[in-house]
């Protein structure tokens, strides 16, 4: 019987410490700076038993996205040239923009939606949201899909 399997996306900060780890662990062993998985899971402070169970179940976005589209939903304020420098932040991560919606702003907000293709040449995409989400009059960025 095939495994339902359901995917999802969530901040660093809502991620128990032992996934957190369990990537770490990932990273050091690609990057070889140890040599086997014993001695990462030294390195990073978890169990072999922890590493093997979450090891193909956690990614970080910016290493699986490539490829893939990501759609993004943020509450803007109503600031002329707010969505120009969104654009910007998107197109300086090298992020192929396919569509863009914004509402009519309603009580000094708006919704803005847009769909990036994550190419081989786009760059870090949480970095990329960290600064669309410290971008002056950005209200919150939001991962609402990702194909």
Do not use: C, W
């Amino acid at each position: 019987m095939k495994e339902n399997v359901k995917y999802y996306m969530v901040r660093r900060k809502a991620i128990p410490e032992v996934l957190l780890k369990v990537v770490e662990a990932k990273g050091l062993l690609e990057s070889e700076k140890v040599g086997t998985i014993q001695d990462a899971v030294d390195a990073v402070g978890i169990s072999r038993s922890s590493f093997y169970k979450y090891k193909d179940d956690i990614f970080e976005l910016h290493d699986n996205a490539r490829g893939t589209t990501i759609t993004l939903t943020m509450q803007v304020e109503d600031m002329p040239g707010l969505l120009s420098d969104v654009l910007k932040i998107i197109a300086d991560f090298r992020g192929n923009i396919l569509t863009i919606h914004q509402s009519i702003p309603i009580n000094g907000a708006a919704s803005l939606s847009v769909s990036i293709q994550i190419l081989q040449t786009t760059g870090d995409v949480a970095r990329m949201i960290q600064e669309l989400e410290s971008q002056k009059g950005v209200r919150h960025v939001k991962i609402l899909a990702k194909e």
